[in-house]
Nanobody
Framework: QVQLVESGGGLVQPGGSLRLSCAAS????????MAWYRQAPGKQREMVAD???????TYQDSVKGRFTISRDNVKYTVYLQMNSLRPEDTAVYYC??????????????WGQGTQVTVSS
């Protein structure tokens, strides 16, 4: 099973930057995809960005050119560098890993969430 611990959220002014981190621990064979999702009040959770084991990235249109996802396969950690933040980026951000366990079928795990608030 994989446990995920997130860090890096907080309050930032519009136009500012934040960097989120999410580190995995536990027992698993490999981690396939690492992703960031977010959920704003009253809205459904949405995918922000993901990165495959080979480094291929996908971004939601609203964050392209502003956010960068990266991963460290040695530390089992994913990062989300968020620049030029806007009030509409305010949400709880969750990391999600899909992984291959030593036994059983591929599975997924969620982080506990970290609040990002963009406000002046």
């Amino acid at each position: 099973q994989v446990q995920l611990v997130e860090s890096g959220g907080g309050l930032v002014q519009p136009g500012g930057s934040l960097r989120l981190s999410c580190a995995a621990s536990g027992s698993f064979r490999s981690i396939v995809t690492m992703a960031w999702y977010r959920q704003a009040p009253g809205k459904q959770r949405e995918m922000v960005a993901d990165i495959s084991s080979s480094g291929t990235t996908t971004y939601q249109d609203s964050v392209k050119g502003r956010f960068t996802i990266s991963r460290d396969n040695v530390k089992y950690t994913v990062y989300l560098q968020m620049n030029s933040l806007r009030p509409e980026d305010t949400a709880v951000y969750y990391c999600n890993f899909s992984y291959i366990p030593y036994l059983g079928a591929p599975s997924g795990s969620w982080g506990q969430g970290t609040q990002v608030t963009v406000s002046s």
